[in-house]
């Protein structure tokens, strides 16, 4: 097990390199350079990982993505508690028809 360590941190955007490594792209690259027996847990080295040639935009531009992301984060997290304001309603209106108190 190992973690990804900045050394500079205007340099790339955590957040950035977690979105890049979601992609279909990476992820496949991942998978054909892991090695080993067992189908649920193969192994990759960090030397493997550190390999994997991709895209790394102005640390501008990842920062702007990512404050994105987190837009996009905090838009379903509201989106969800919406919802789930929206199920307790209608289950107290529902338990309130089953019972005839409506």
Do not use: C
Not at 52 to 57: E, G, M, V
């Amino acid at each position: 097990l190992w973690r990804f360590v900045w050394k500079d941190q205007n340099a790339t955007d955590p957040l950035f390199v977690w979105a890049l490594f979601q992609t279909n792209a990476v992820r496949r690259e991942i998978v054909r350079r892991a090695t080993g027996t067992s189908g649920s847990m193969k192994n990759i080295g960090q030397k493997k990982v550190m390999g994997i040639r991709t895209i790394l935009p102005p640390y501008q531009l990842q920062k702007k993505f990512s404050d994105r992301i987190r837009q996009i984060r905090q838009l379903h997290n509201v989106g969800k508690k919406a919802m789930e304001y929206q199920d307790s309603l209608f289950a107290s209106l529902q338990d309130r028809a089953f019972r005839g108190a409506l």
